[in-house]
Every structure is written in C-alpha cells, then in structure tokens.
T-cell receptor
Framework: AQSVTQPDIHITVSEGASLELRCNYS??????LFWYVQSPGQGLQLLLK??????LVQGIKGFEAEFKRSQSSFNLRKPSVHWSDAAEYFC?????????????FGKGTKLSVKP | NAGVTQTPKFQVLKTGQSMTLQCAQD?????MSWYRQDPGMGLRLIHY???????DQGEVPNGYNVSRSTTEDFPLRLLSAAPSQTSVYFC??????????????FGEGSRLTVL
C-alpha cells in the first residue's frame, strides 16, 4: 500500500538558518509528490509538486524539494528560514486505485522558528 | 474569487445531534473532497466526488454522508454525532478529476466539537 512518512514531528530552527524537512514515500512507480503548508488556523496551501523531469523543483516562498528515487525521498529545503515560515508542513503522494485517485498525506512536521 | 468556502467555522454539538457542514467552490472544479484533521494523524480522506451525482468513500467514511447535486456544492452530513467526530474538517477541490496530479485547493476549515 502507498504511504508517506514524515519522520520529524516537530523541528525548531533559528531565523536565518537553513531548513530541511524529510519525507519518505512507498510506491512502486514514479509517484506524484507534493508539499503543502498550513499556517495556524488556515487551510493547506500548495508549496510545490513533482511529476517528472528535473528532480529539483522550485516552489513558492523560496522553498525547493529534491526527488531521490534511490532513497524514496522528497525532502523540502529552504536556505534561510524566516519567522513567517513557522507552520505545519505536509508531504503528500498521489494515490492510484480504481478509476479515481486522490492524495495520501503524511502526518505533518511542525516548524517553529526562534528569533 | 472566493475559492473554497466552508461554513460554519466553529460548531459545538451534543452527542446524537445531526448537522451539515457546507462547502462551496466557485472554480468549476470537478473534484471535491472532505478531510478530517486530528492531532498526530495528519489528514484523512472521508468522502470525495469526481463530479455532480458521483460520490465515493475515502479512508474514514463511517458516520458521514455526502451528496453532490451541483458542481459547486459538496455538503458533509453527520447523521448522529459522536465525540470521536470532534475534529477539524477541511473541504478541498481540484481541477484534476482524479486529484492525483492537480493542486488541491482547501477551505479554511470547520472546527467541530461533540460533547
């Protein structure tokens, strides 16, 4: 069965420091992969997505993610974190089954930013 | 452009009461879905629809009903509320009928408490 694992429940980084959030998936073929961000009290917003091609994808707000097939990973990175990046981040994979598919979400990583 | 609109934002119910969470989108999206978000569980799919008149179950459908009489609206009904249904509910839509490759657009959520 397809699944998404985000190993880190909570991460704290200092403002200006670099960030990497981990995501591992299980899926036999090349998956469709997404990162979403949820600010407090808000719905989720798409940061970036990977379907095929260049394994390094750029997203909004200065985020990027790298797809590594050999490691079944799709880690999210940002070179310099801003206080406004404090939020919860969800990795998701497109699920196939029957005639329609939908997304499987990881359990999320909460990011705190220290001044 | 309103996007995805959910009402109400907050609701308190007593065990056994029924209610409907409303969801409307103005983007002419075929795909609509309901997720629930619980601490440490991420987002879990309740029901989804790939067009008017078509609905299907997700991971956690028990205790919930849906219908899709128009493209714009996708209400979620709780028939007899239970404390286990205390959660934050998100409606999401996508221009991709499968939702697998397309971006999901989320509402701001409805926080439900069942006493």
């Amino acid at each position: 069965a397809q699944s998404v694992t985000q190993p880190d429940i909570h991460i704290t980084v200092s403002e200006g420091a670099s960030l990497e959030l981990r995501c591992n998936y299980s899926y036999g073929a090349t998956p469709y992969l997404f990162w979403y961000v949820q600010s407090p009290g808000q719905g989720l917003q798409l940061l970036l997505k990977y379907f095929s091609g260049d394994t390094l994808v750029q997203g909004i707000k200065g985020f990027e993610a790298e797809f590594k097939r050999s490691q079944s990973s799709f880690n999210l990175r940002k070179p310099s974190v801003h206080w406004s990046d404090a939020a919860e981040y969800f990795c998701a994979v497109g699920r196939y089954g029957g005639s329609q598919g939908n997304l499987i979400f990881g359990k999320g990583t909460k990011l705190s930013v220290k001044p | 452009n309103a996007g995805v609109t959910q009402t109400p934002k907050f609701q308190v119910l007593k065990t056994g009461q029924s209610m409907t969470l409303q969801c409307a989108q103005d983007m002419n999206h075929e795909y609509m879905s309901w997720y629930r978000q619980d601490p440490g569980m991420g987002l879990r799919l309740i029901h989804y629809s790939v067009g008017a008149g078509i609905t299907d179950q997700g991971e956690v459908p028990n205790g919930y009903n849906v219908s899709r009489s128009t493209t714009e609206d996708f209400p979620l009904r709780l028939l007899s509320a239970a404390p286990s249904q205390t959660s934050v509910y998100f409606c999401a839509s996508s221009y991709d009928r499968t939702s697998t490759t397309g971006e999901l657009f989320f509402g701001e959520g409805s926080r439900l408490t069942v006493l």
